[in-house]
């Protein structure tokens, strides 16, 4: 059974920053895409970075670029959310995603596995 975890969140102001962290277990995503998405309460599920299995291919979102950086371990199956100069507007539920695929896209409907998501509110 896949597991994903996710970790790191919390409550910051605005301008700091925080690692989200997430650790699979059940299967070994070295050969796949992984990707970050958040949710907000009455909104659809959105993209914020992804990173191909060879770690060489990056993605991400308009308002995460210059801001975020997506990495992984393959050796540990981990994916990190590194993100820094945080606003107001990055509150959200923050989910860890495993893809079917090797290189990472932006469509929810190409993410199979899913964490349960960690919490990140950003004070003004």
């Known amino acids: 059974q896949v597991h994903l975890e996710e970790s790191g969140g919390g409550l910051v102001q605005a301008g700091e920053s925080l690692r989200l962290s997430c650790v699979a277990s059940?299967?070994?995503?070295?050969?796949?895409?992984m990707a970050w998405f958040r949710q907000v309460p009455g909104k659809e599920r959105e993209f914020v970075a992804g990173?191909?299995?060879?770690?060489?291919?990056?993605l991400y979102s308009n308002s995460a670029k210059g801001r975020f950086t997506i990495s992984r371990d393959n050796a540990k199956n981990t994916v990190a959310l590194q993100m820094n100069s945080l606003k107001p507007e990055d509150t959200a539920t923050y989910f860890c995603?495993?893809?079917?695929?090797?290189?990472?896209?932006?469509?929810?409907?190409?993410?199979?596995?899913w964490g349960r998501g960690t919490q990140v509110t950003v004070s003004s």
């Open positions: 995603a495993g893809s079917l695929f090797g290189a990472a896209t932006r469509k929810v409907a190409d993410y199979r596995y």
């Open positions: 990173i191909s299995w060879s770690d060489e291919l990056t």
């Open positions: 059940g299967r070994t995503f070295s050969r796949y895409a």
